[in-house]
């Protein structure tokens, strides 16, 4: 199993459509989560982090579920900007983080 | 201010030629680490670095790949005897402490292309 799994898409949705996408993760012991964007051969960016209690950012909301390590993240509204791979990271027991293959978005007119 | 930069961003190689690839992080970040991205993959792991910490290399995957950081600040790393299968964007990332709670700043990559 994959320590960090997400739907690869592409998810193809309409301007002003809310969008979510979900995440796994294996390591119980995982402390940090974060949800990263990456354009099209461009490098990746940290999009926001997710906090036990959810957090959100304008348009995007986040959300941690320890009990069943599970991450999603809510985009509304969506925008043609949006249109992006979002990568699902998690911290292994150590510091290092283990991104996910990556949910792929296209937003259209 | 200036963030992580890569050289080259492009690299061609012929099979069994040894490259090297070299980072520069963001200032004042002691941590940096080496991610590697297949077409369509997502990044796998390569090797970090922590301040004066020896390295954690438990990502290289063959021990035709190492790297180095001189100084605590810019980072090399060598792939000898290159392999088609080492073609990929080979992706720098640095962060201020290395805590697994900090945010990793990339560089635009380097895309080896091994012919």
């Known amino acids: 199993r994959k320590e960090v799994e997400q739907d690869p898409g592409p998810f193809n949705v309409p301007e002003g459509a809310t969008v979510a996408f979900n995440c796994t993760y294996s390591n119980s012991a995982s402390q940090s989560f974060f949800w990263y964007r990456q354009d099209c051969r461009k490098e990746p960016k940290l999009l926001m982090s997710v906090y036990s209690s959810g957090n959100e950012d304008g348009r995007f909301t986040a959300q941690l579920n320890r009990a069943s390590q599970y991450i999603s993240l809510l985009i509304r509204d969506s925008k043609l900007s949006d249109s992006a791979t979002y990568l699902c990271?998690?911290?292994?027991?150590?510091?290092?983080?283990?991104f996910g293959t990556g949910t792929r978005l296209q937003v259209f007119p | 201010g200036a963030g992580v930069s890569q050289s080259p961003s492009n690299k061609v190689t012929e099979k069994g030629k040894d490259v090297e690839l070299r980072c520069d992080p963001i200032s004042g970040h002691t941590a940096l680490y080496w991610y590697r991205q297949s077409l369509g993959q997502g990044l796998e792991f390569l090797i970090y670095?922590?301040?004066?910490?020896?390295?954690?290399k438990s990502g290289l995957p063959s021990d035709r790949f190492s790297a180095e950081r001189t100084g605590g600040s810019v980072s090399t790393l060598t792939i000898q005897r290159t392999q088609q299968e080492d073609s990929a964007v080979y992706l720098c990332?640095?962060?201020?402490?290395?805590?697994?709670?900090?945010?990793?700043?990339f560089g635009p990559g380097t895309r080896l292309l091994v012919l």
């Open positions: 670095f922590q301040g004066n910490s020896a390295p954690d």
């Open positions: 990271v998690v911290n292994s027991n150590t510091d290092k983080l283990i």
């Open positions: 990332a640095s962060s201020f402490n290395g805590g697994y709670q900090e945010t990793q700043y």
